[in-house]
């Protein structure tokens, strides 16, 4: 699932987007291209975040502080693994999950 | 033919509205010409935690409004059509990428000068202080304020201050000199600004801090909770603080205290502090529960707005129509507001969602709403 050009090539991620961020999206699920630069390179969390935010400005500081950290309430899945390094690879074909988890009234 | 603006329309056909701001989202109230009937309209942006809406009183039509939810980060929403559609800032407030500080929301938003009608601030919690010069748009830091190497010392860190958060507030702009600032902390106090906010120092003489040693007296790290001009006269400032009601004229720089004429029964403490648009000397304030804990309800489960109209030095209580007893509500610091208007709207919004409104300066009040969210902030405005 990975899209060429004559020039670079972009891996595409599957991004399920939880309700509280589909104002930004218009849907529950979107795929991202994110540019490949070398092979030995692999996309980032970081990069598709990136990516989402050029389609849909504004929607990566809701999710990522002015630090780089994942704010509190929200959760990432890479595939079936959770983390919080926006440093994490995520391969072509990959799904990134995003989970926008609070309890109380 | 185009509509008039409030400010060329006849006074006697003007109404007024109401932002009310809420921790699940946004209302507005809108008054027939005689302030009698008020129709509720929304939720606009239902869920997400509205810490201020403000329209800009500059043009009449424009509205700002800074706004987060439980999960997601801060924002601010700028409308130029009256509230009828609302667009995201597409940079928000946020502090500089080496400083190590998040902004957890911000609080407070102010017009700038007339003479600059593009120029917006932002106070946030944690401390910060941010300008916009496209509108609302765009905003950058202060750095004057934010980058200052005594900023840690003035306010503590970001985890100290008040039960929700440290907060940057009560931004006032001096309506002859654009670049004369004031602002307030809790924690921190007031700290004046003569250049636009790149050289600040405090303002804090004269008023306690209960909480701090006394000797010698701090300059600063107190706990203002609003400060207002007095209407017409901006050499004149109003502050509601933790530890007392307190005028300062300047260029004097030692505050005086207002609040010790208050009934003690009653006490010294509150939110909100309100100055009337044209008399100097008037002004309101709703005093809250500040003793053994803390409560901040109303004192004795009996609410009362307090009016002086001799710059502090006596209060009336004024109380008609407000709940007599088991009324155990509080007001926020941005919930109280007037209209402007002659005579004098005033307005307060509850922590349990109702709105309370009177049109003849406080005598007489009467509820029109009920069963909103927590209000955060009462914004009114002719129109």
Not at chain 1, 49 to 62: D, E, K, M, Q, S
Not at chain 2, 150 to 179: E, M, N, Y
Request: with cysteine; aromatic share 8%; charged share 20%.
């Amino acid at each position: 699932m990975t899209a060429t050009t004559s020039h670079e090539a972009a891996a595409v991620v599957r991004v399920r987007i939880p309700s509280p961020l589909r104002s930004y999206t218009g849907e529950s699920e979107v795929l991202v291209a994110v540019p490949v630069l070398a092979p030995e390179l692999p996309p980032t969390v970081s990069g598709v975040l990136a990516a989402l935010n050029v389609n849909y400005p504004g929607i990566r500081f809701r999710m990522v502080d002015e630090q780089g950290n994942v704010r509190p309430h929200i959760k990432l899945f890479v595939d079936s693994d959770v983390t919080r390094d926006l440093a994490s690879p995520i391969p072509s074909g990959a799904t990134l999950m995003i989970v926008a988890a609070l309890s109380g009234g | 033919m185009a509509k008039s603006s409030a400010a060329t329309r006849p006074a006697a056909t003007r109404r007024t509205r109401l932002l009310v701001a809420t921790r699940k989202g946004l209302w507005t109230l809108t008054s027939d010409v005689a302030r009698n009937g008020w129709r509720l309209a929304g939720p606009q942006f239902l869920g997400h935690t509205i810490h201020h809406a403000v329209v800009d009183p500059r043009n009449g039509k424009t509205m700002l409004m800074a706004a987060r939810t439980g999960h997601l980060g801060p924002t601010v929403f700028r409308s130029t059509d009256n509230g009828r559609t609302w667009k995201e800032a597409t940079r928000p407030p946020a502090f500089a990428a080496d400083s190590g500080r998040v902004v957890d929301h911000t609080f407070w938003l102010t017009p700038g000068h007339a003479s600059e009608p593009s120029t917006w601030y932002a106070g946030t919690s944690p401390q910060g202080l941010f300008r916009s010069n496209d509108g609302g748009a765009t905003w950058e830091g202060v750095n004057g304020f934010n980058a200052h190497p005594q900023r840690k010392t003035w306010c503590g860190g970001d985890q100290d201050g008040t039960p929700d958060g440290a907060k940057l507030h009560s931004i006032l702009v001096d309506p002859r000199d654009a670049a004369h600032l004031y602002i307030a902390m809790s924690s921190g106090g007031v700290f004046e600004s003569p250049d636009g906010g790149e050289h600040w120092w405090p303002l804090n003489k004269g008023v306690r801090a209960d909480f701090l040693p006394e000797n010698p007296p701090p300059e600063f790290g107190h706990d203002p909770h609003c400060v207002q001009f007095a209407g017409g006269l901006p050499d004149r400032l109003y502050q509601q603080n933790h530890c007392g009601i307190y005028r300062l004229d300047r260029p004097n720089d030692v505050w005086q205290d207002i609040g010790a004429n208050m009934p003690k029964s009653v006490g010294y403490v509150g939110f909100p502090i309100a100055a009337h648009p044209r008399d100097p000397d008037t002004l309101w304030v709703l005093p809250m529960d500040g003793t053994t804990v803390w409560p901040r309800t109303s004192p004795g489960g009996r609410p009362a707005v307090y009016r002086s109209r001799d710059g502090g030095r006596t209060w009336k209580r004024q109380d008609q129509g407000l709940p007599k007893s088991q009324s155990w509500w509080t007001v926020k610091r941005q919930a109280m507001s007037l209209d402007g208007r002659d005579p004098t709207g005033l307005y307060f919004g509850t922590t349990s969602g109702e709105v309370w409104a009177s049109r003849d300066e406080g005598r007489s009040f009467r509820s029109i709403a009920r069963h909103l969210p927590e209000i955060y902030s009462v914004e009114a405005t002719s129109i």
